[in-house]
């Protein structure tokens, strides 16, 4: 089936340092990456779509210039949190859609930061 | 502007039961919906995928079923175990950005 692997699972860094979050299809070409982000107990919510080759396109307010992301082939996805300050610590995810076999997810990323 | 909702927001019940888990949406022009499962700490694990097209979708104990008319899915599972304890979320597909609207989820115990 298809598997999107994501790396890392965890991740802690210091205030004002940039993290960097991987996803890539394993088996399957994504021309769409999905990126989410997910609080306690609440649900996902979409952040931005990147495609491969061209910018990403990022939901009404979600700054561009703190989450970069990159799509730099059919199978990497990358989601930079750039300066990261502790209101960014999340659980980040993300997803690919695959024809017959709906969106497959990655595992997430746990981000705290100190 | 597509909105999702699932009832009951979490559901206890005792291992071996049946049990129903609902989802609504308010407009019928979906593509698809699917139906995850989410450990606490973890990413989504895909269930069931029903086409637009279908009414309804199996794999062993769960079965999903379909009215675009009335915008409602069900989840059923049968023989519930401590296993399936985690929350079930589902989510329609819109056409044309292929984007996913998720519903809040259904938190799921299922006590020994």
């Known amino acids: 089936g298809a598997v999107v692997s994501q790396h890392p699972s965890r991740v802690i860094c210091k205030s004002g340092t940039s993290v960097k979050i991987e996803c890539r299809s394993l088996?399957?070409?994504?021309?769409?990456m999905f990126w989410y982000r997910q609080f306690p107990k609440q649900s996902l919510m979409l952040m931005a779509t990147?495609?491969?080759?061209?910018?990403?396109?990022?939901e009404q307010g979600v700054e561009k210039d703190k989450f970069l992301i990159n799509h730099a082939s059919l199978t990497l996805s990358t989601l930079t949190v750039t300066s990261a300050h502790p209101e960014d610590s999340s659980f980040y995810i993300c997803?690919?859609?695959?024809?017959?076999?709906?969106?497959?997810f990655g595992s997430g990323t746990r981000l705290t930061v100190v | 502007k597509q909105e999702v909702t699932q009832i009951p927001a979490a559901l206890s019940v005792p291992e071996g039961e049946n049990l129903v888990l609902n989802c609504s949406f308010t407009?019928?022009?979906?593509?698809?919906l699917q139906w995850f499962r989410q450990d606490p700490g973890k990413g989504l694990t895909s269930l069931l995928l029903?086409?637009?097209?279908?009414r309804e979708q199996t794999s062993g104990r769960l079965n999903a079923s379909l009215d675009k008319s009335s915008g409602r899915s069900t989840l059923y599972i049968a023989a519930s175990q401590p296993g399936d304890s985690a929350t079930y979320l589902c989510?329609?597909?819109?056409?044309?950005?292929?984007?996913?609207?998720f519903g809040q989820g259904t938190r799921l115990t299922i006590n020994p």
């Open positions: 088996d399957f070409q994504a021309t769409t």
């Open positions: 997803s690919a859609p695959y024809i017959n076999y709906g969106y497959t």
């Open positions: 407009d019928s022009a979906i593509y698809n």
């Open positions: 990147s495609n491969e080759g061209s910018k990403a396109t990022y």
């Open positions: 989510a329609v597909w819109l056409g044309g950005a292929q984007k996913l609207v």
């Open positions: 029903i086409q637009s097209s279908q």
